[in-house]
């Protein structure tokens, strides 16, 4: 687990240069796909559109944030076509602070370091 002073922070380095871009066409085409986000006791939980490629895209995306932020938790939530893939991003106290203020802009940094 990474941390400044106590406070959490993503390993950006565990990227390539190669997997950086990937990281990034990932995020931005689950932005748009993203239908809402709900608040948790230990985090958040991020809707999108229950079709497979979406679920695709959620499961690959958690396979590479998990190596930059092992520190969080990360379940999939998924059922049938027509139900919405739910991902929890979830932790401690110190984890759901870094959700909250800090998840889009260690995101952007892993993003524009390609």
Known sequence: MST???ALHCCHGVFTKEQRVVYKNIWEELKTRRLDITEL???YQYHFPGDSETLRLVNEWV?????CCPFLTFTVIANNE???VL???TGNEE???FLRTDIESNIGMI???S
């Open 87 to 89: 991902l929890q991003l």
């Open 82 to 84: 027509d139900e919405p």
């Open 111 to 113: 993003i524009n370091q």
């Open 4 to 6: 400044i002073r106590g």
């Open 63 to 67: 396979s590479m944030e998990r190596k």
């Open 95 to 97: 984890a759901k602070a």
């Open 41 to 43: 006791e230990t985090g």
